[in-house]
């Protein structure tokens, strides 16, 4: 049954992962942006994910040849529209209350690529510790890519994780879609995407162990992909994760052809760019959840 899984993973992320280099080009920022730009959601919040999944498919290693050359040229590709860090820089110079410009670059510095100049900066802001009051689930991603950067480290974990929806464990039933959304990164940003199983705890990991199940059931019913793959991560970042073949089935039978993920059941228009823009968030939860459970299912008995 495992192999079956990592098969069934790595096709699912091998072929997002190559829907996503193959349309890179769609995603660039404009020759014009500067630190100033006032819609980070438009390329720049896009190009962050991708730089994502790039480090983690290097990072695990499983992905073979094919799959890690393109996530080196994705790689290359985002660094290059970030101007090798010199964009982050003076975003997070001139902006010292946003947490995107810290938390982009940790995917980049992940795998090795750094820049002095922000590596000086950030050190100096976690010192005083000047960035902006964030909701729970966000401050967890601040305290992870201060992790990542090797940033001194103050974090009093198990408060910022009490903090959240997730942290208390309140009845299954009282989530709803953007609760899910944050249950889901919490513990993204609890575990380093996998990379820290053991930073979950106990009681949290057997609460979703329990209701994973029913959540995974629900979303899939009414066609919600995108939170589906979110949700199939975090049943591969549990102590013991969790791989269950027919909820993989069920997202794998989403895929397209080409490797694109939707989001959700509507129809996905043909013009390419537009095709980029509204999936290309789902496709990079597909290419994450499928190298993630690829990895997790080689090191299960």
């Not at 890519?145 to 208390?168: K, N």
């Not at 052809?257 to 043909?270: E, F, I």
Request: charged share 20%; net charge negative; aromatic share 8%.
């Amino acid at each position: 049954m495992t192999a079956t899984i990592a098969r069934t993973a790595h096709e699912l992320g091998s072929r997002a992962l190559g829907w996503l280099r193959a349309n890179q080009h769609l995603g660039g920022l404009p020759p014009d942006t500067d630190a100033d730009f006032d819609d980070p959601n438009r390329a720049y919040k896009p190009l962050s994910e991708s730089a994502l999944v790039a480090s983690l498919v290097l990072r695990e290693g499983v992905a073979g040849p094919t799959g890690l050359a393109h996530a080196r040229e994705l790689l290359e590709f985002t660094w290059r529209q970030m101007r090798q860090g010199d964009l982050l820089y003076e975003r997070q110079l001139r902006h010292s209350l946003l947490t995107d410009p810290m938390e982009t670059y940790a995917h980049f510095t992940r795998v090795g690529l750094r820049h002095e100049r922000m590596d000086e900066l950030l050190a100096h802001l976690s010192a005083v510790d000047s960035m902006t009051e964030v909701v729970p689930n966000r401050r967890l991603a601040v305290a992870n890519a201060r992790r990542i950067l090797g940033l001194d480290q103050r974090e009093d974990w198990p408060a910022l994780t009490q903090a959240t929806w997730l942290g208390s464990t309140p009845p299954a039933w009282a989530i709803d879609w953007m609760t899910g959304y944050s249950v889901t990164h919490t513990v993204f940003h609890l575990t380093d995407w996998g990379a820290r199983p053991e930073g979950l705890p106990a009681d949290i990991a057997a609460y979703l162990d329990t209701w994973l199940p029913a959540w995974i059931d629900i979303w899939s019913e009414v066609e919600q992909w995108d939170l589906v793959g979110e949700l199939l991560i975090v049943g591969v970042c549990l102590p013991t994760p969790r791989l269950e073949q027919a909820e993989w089935d069920v997202l794998a039978g989403a895929q397209h052809d080409d490797g694109l993920v939707p989001r959700d059941g509507t129809p996905v228009a043909d013009d390419p760019a537009q095709r980029f823009s509204d999936q290309q968030h789902t496709t990079i939860v597909a290419a994450v959840a499928g190298t993630l459970a690829l990895s997790r299912a080689l090191i299960v008995p």
